[in-house]
Nanobody, 124 residues
Framework: QLQASGGGLVQTGGSLRLSCSAS????????MGWFRQPPGKEREFVAG????????DYSDSVKGRFSISEDNAKNTVYLQMNSLKPEDTAVYYC???????????????????WGQGTQVTVSS
């Protein structure tokens, strides 16, 4: 089970840190991805990291502003979001892929488990 948290309302230029905690059955090797779905739009990839932290990837729209990290001891992955913009407004989901733990995929169809989503709203 994945639990996403940390969303909220923030002004343009502000910061938020999202967390995704895994409970129940956990995996030693995995890829964790963050996706988002803006209002009226399709879900899109935001950032991802593999279990070792050696493979990370970001969408062009968040590169340089967002940072993904993990704490394996806590079974938690974080998404630090800085310099937020109104276009970052979306429901953010974390997702886990366990069948291939070596590279980050941008394709949401490749992920096995999903969190419930947390709302991020950036006001202008």
């Amino acid at each position: 089970q994945l639990q996403a948290s940390g969303g909220g309302l923030v002004q343009t230029g502000g910061s938020l840190r999202l967390s995704c905690s895994a409970s129940g059955r956990t995996f030693s090797r995995y890829v964790m991805g963050w996706f988002r779905q803006p209002p009226g739009k399709e879900r899109e990839f935001v950032a991802g990291i593999n279990w070792s932290g050696r493979s990370t990837d970001y969408s062009d729209s968040v590169k340089g502003r967002f940072s993904i990290s993990e704490d394996n001891a806590k079974n938690t992955v974080y998404l630090q979001m800085n310099s937020l913009k109104p276009e970052d407004t979306a429901v953010y989901y974390c997702a886990l892929r366990v069948w291939n733990s070596y590279y980050v995929s941008l394709d949401d169809a490749e992920y096995d488990y999903w969190g419930q989503g947390t709302q991020v709203t950036v006001s202008s």
